[in-house]
């Protein structure tokens, strides 16, 4: 048997032999390691050898090298496999992915919807697909325009005036909000704001990109029901503040009551208002943050508008800006007169239109496809489709809620919920089954976990979102599912719970090991007799 250096068999037939008896003697393992028609897969270093080839080529005819010297002498070490192993080593990893095509994906904060093909179809027209970054402008004007009609539908349903749209997540957007911030602050000489307030429930992304723009963060505690005080907003405002980072809908799924107050007392205190607009599936023609008092805001189109993301895909995070940042906006940025639009790429160009970019964000103008995409979403909904998606996405979270509100516990009482239900572990005390192994058996039983320890103000947190792509029956399914496990918990059945996920292809793993020692690195087999010696 060959192993390689971290002790993994490289073969998939003593896969079986690895098990530890206890396993082997429960009757689930089998000789070969796979088990009903689900396969185990090695990597592909393991499936393949370097003195393998999958193709015959001739012998090639000499040639004089021109590499002055910089061919390479050692053999290159890739794996060779044919087509077919090939492609059944992608296929058989892609089975051990979970998606949002293969099920429901209740990950709250992350909005997982479904994309409908129609927006795959258009993204893949070729003079969208095939687009190149370094093309002249006059060849891509269809896209500068598809570009352009995006940017001024997502300031229609935002109620802003400006928009950047380079960003390439929501974080990336952030950070061209905060340094548009910087560069307004700079601009006016107020040049002594250096704390940004964030509450105690934002998302990482929101301190994280605080610091990154050089701000330190001041944190604002949340209310027993788990909104923003406008109160505890203003006594942490003063005249070292130079925004807040506030998310609305919040990551309890609540709106903020009193956001506009909160907008009111930050410019006051000569502050700018940055809206994490993460959440934004679930006011999308409802409300529009711009009237909300907000000056930047990032859209995460993988979110809101559909297009796959996490482990499925790039995102896209454009800002859109109040007045007063508009013209801080980042190169590159589109421009218009007399109905004629185009890419402005240079600091002179910029700076002779009036603006005042506070630098480059990225090298091209965003992620093309993930524009088609978001656009094709938008024209095959409508306004009204849009509204509607937003209307479902809340009735579906608050008929989750209703399900289940009586077998698990909600942090701040039972109130209504936006597009996503928060639970607690409260209803978990004294099984020993925690929230992990709450979620570990949710995958036993088909389901991705949904989010779950955050947000942090919530012991335990569990925060579901089902957006409005599952139908009655998925929810009622996935209801009677979680009702039955919460049951279980109550019941004793601890062992459910704390032996999951016992279905998977890989059981509990080490993630604190993972995390911190990553092995990144493959290291080629050594055989048995040297592991021997
Ligand atoms: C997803 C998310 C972000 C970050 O967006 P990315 O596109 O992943 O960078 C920020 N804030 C909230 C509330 C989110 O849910």
Redesign the pocket.
């Known amino acids: 048997m060959s192993m390689n250096r971290q002790g993994r068999p490289t073969t998939p037939s003593t896969l079986a032999a690895n098990q530890t008896d206890a396993e082997s003697s429960s009757g689930e393992e089998t000789f070969s390691g796979h088990k009903g028609l689900q396969h185990e897969e090695g990597l592909i270093f393991e499936r393949g050898r370097s003195d393998k080839t999958g193709v015959d080529l001739a012998d090639p005819l000499p040639v004089e090298p021109r590499l002055g010297g910089l061919a390479r002498q050692n053999p290159i070490g890739l794996p060779g496999l044919a087509e077919p192993e090939t492609v059944r080593h992608y296929v058989r990893l892609s089975r051990m992915n979970y998606a949002i095509d293969s099920g429901l994906y209740p990950l709250g ?3 997982m919807k479904h994309n409908p093909r129609l927006n795959e179809k258009m993204a893949r027209l070729p003079g969208f697909g095939d687009v190149h970054p370094l093309q002249p402008q006059s060849t891509v004007k269809g896209a500068i325009a598809l570009i352009e009609m995006l940017a001024g539908y997502l300031m229609e349903l935002t109620g802003m005036p400006a928009i950047a749209m380079s960003p390439k ?6 950070l061209a909000g905060m340094l548009a911030v910087k560069a307004a602050h700079d601009a006016a000489g107020d040049t002594d704001r250096r704390i940004v307030l964030v509450p105690e429930s ?2 990482g ?2 301190p994280a990109t605080a610091a990154f723009a050089g701000y330190s963060v001041r944190t604002i505690e949340a209310r027993a029901d788990g909104t923003v005080a406008a109160q505890s907003v203003k006594d942490a405002l003063g005249p070292e503040v130079a925004a807040i980072m506030l ?1 609305n809908p919040n ?1 309890c799924g609540l709106f903020e009551p009193e956001v506009v107050d909160i907008a009111d007392a930050v410019h006051e205190a000569g502050a700018y208002f940055y809206c ?1 607009g ?2 934004f599936n679930a006011i999308v023609g409802k409300v529009r943050p711009g009237d909300l008092g907000i000056d930047a805001m ?1 859209i ?1 189109l ?2 809101t508008f559909s297009t796959p ?1 996490g482990g499925g895909g790039p ?1 896209a ?1 454009p800002v859109v800006l109040s007045e007063a940042l508009a013209k801080f906006a980042p190169l590159p940025f589109l421009t218009s007169e007399n109905g004629r639009t185009r890419l402005v790429e240079t600091l002179s160009e910029a700076e002779s239109l009036g603006a005042d970019p506070f630098g480059r964000l990225t090298a091209f103008h965003g992620q093309m496809g993930m524009f088609v995409r978001a656009l094709s979403y938008m024209l095959s909904h409508g306004a009204d489709g849009m509204r509607q998606a937003s209307e479902d996405a809340v009735l579906a979270a608050n008929y989750v809620r209703a399900g289940l509100r009586d077998v698990m516990s909600q942090p701040f009482g039972d109130q209504p919920c936006m597009h996503e239900v928060l639970f607690d572990d409260k209803f978990l005390k004294d099984t020993g089954v925690t929230t992990l192994d709450f979620a570990k058996a949710m995958i036993d039983e088909g389901y991705h976990p949904m989010t779950m320890y955050f947000p942090l103000v919530v012991h335990g947190a569990m925060l579901i979102e089902p957006t409005e792509s599952e139908s009655l029956a998925s929810l009622d399914n996935f209801i009677a599912t979680l009702r039955n496990l919460a049951q279980a918990a109550r019941d004793g059945q601890k062992q459910r719970f704390t032996a999951a996920p016992r279905f998977t292809p890989r059981r509990r793993l080490d993630e604190t090991q993972a995390a911190r020692q990553p092995v990144l690195r493959w290291t080629p087999p050594v055989q048995e007799k040297e592991a021997a010696e």
Do not use: I
């Open positions: 904060s992350c909005t997540a929501g974080a990336h957007g952030e934002a998302h992304t929101n998310t990551t994490d993460a959440n990032h995460n993988h979110k993301h995102g995070g």
